[in-house]
T-cell receptor, first 113, second 116 residues
Framework: EAQVTQNPRYLITVTGKKLTVTCSQNMNHEYMSWYRQDPGLGLRQIYYSMNVEVTDKGDVPEGYKVSRKEKRNFPLILESPSPNQTSLYFC????????????FGSGTRLTVV | AQTVTQSQPEMSVQEAETVTLSCTYDTSENNYYLFWYKQPPSRQMILVIRQEAYKQQNATENRFSVNFQKAAKSFSLKISDSQLGDTAMYFCAFMKTRFGNEKLTFGTGTRLTIIP
């Protein structure tokens, strides 16, 4: 089944403790992206990747890192999480033509206390 | 920069009725894509329908159809014969077609409740 797999689904952590949210897709998509969803703000892009070793900032990149060492994987790293990073996070992938939009993962609910 | 506006934070309709969700956008691009995504309580983001700006014909997917008015920069979603399973948050999104960051710019969403 074609899908984007995100883990974990829920995560509660403490301020400053490094964490990684994993994302993997099995559709051989070139484009991958991370979004965060906050009430009243919709979804906003954090980082994106056009291919292996090609990544760039989206609209709200501060406090986040990403890497794209393999085409299928695109982890999101929070090196020193803060409470304002409490949010719902989505990984998404695309063929790269806009034809079908993005396929989204099931989301990660992150709480930073 | 592109912006997407959904002016109806919440709506509710009776089951089997027709409902229209509004979306307007602002862009200087001539070619782009527009999407409606559905987010049920499971929080999964599900693509409902897509429209290519250079196509004049409005997209249709079963009970879902759009009214795309390019000059007015309007992209509304009509749900016919609404069902309980249509209860969800609906997001309108914009994507420009130039090579590069295929960013989706989202509106703030409309929470739709279908009443039995």
């Amino acid at each position: 089944e074609a899908q984007v797999t995100q883990n974990p689904r829920y995560l509660i952590t403490v301020t400053g403790k490094k964490l990684t949210v994993t994302c993997s897709q099995n559709m051989n998509h070139e484009y991958m992206s991370w979004y965060r969803q906050d009430p009243g703000l919709g979804l906003r892009q954090i980082y994106y990747s056009m291919n292996v070793e090609v990544t760039d900032k989206g609209d709200v990149p501060e406090g986040y890192k990403v890497s794209r060492k393999e085409k299928r994987n695109f982890p999101l790293i929070l090196e020193s999480p803060s409470p304002n990073q409490t949010s719902l996070y989505f990984c998404a992938s695309s063929l790269g033509t806009g034809t079908y939009g993005y396929t989204f993962g099931s989301g990660t609910r992150l709480t930073v206390v | 920069a592109q912006t997407v506006t959904q002016s109806q934070p919440e709506m509710s309709v009776q089951e089997a009725e027709t409902v229209t969700l509004s979306c307007t956008y602002d862009t200087s691009e001539n070619n782009y894509y527009l999407f409606w995504y559905k987010q049920p309580p499971s929080r999964q983001m599900i693509l409902v329908i897509r429209q290519e700006a250079y196509k004049q014909q409005n997209a249709t997917e079963n009970r879902f159809s759009v009214n795309f008015q390019k000059a007015a920069k309007s992209f509304s979603l009509k749900i016919s014969d609404s069902q309980l399973g249509d209860t969800a948050m609906y997001f309108c999104a914009f994507m420009k077609t130039r090579f590069g960051n295929e960013k989706l710019t989202f509106g703030t969403g409309t929470r739709l409740t279908i009443i039995p």
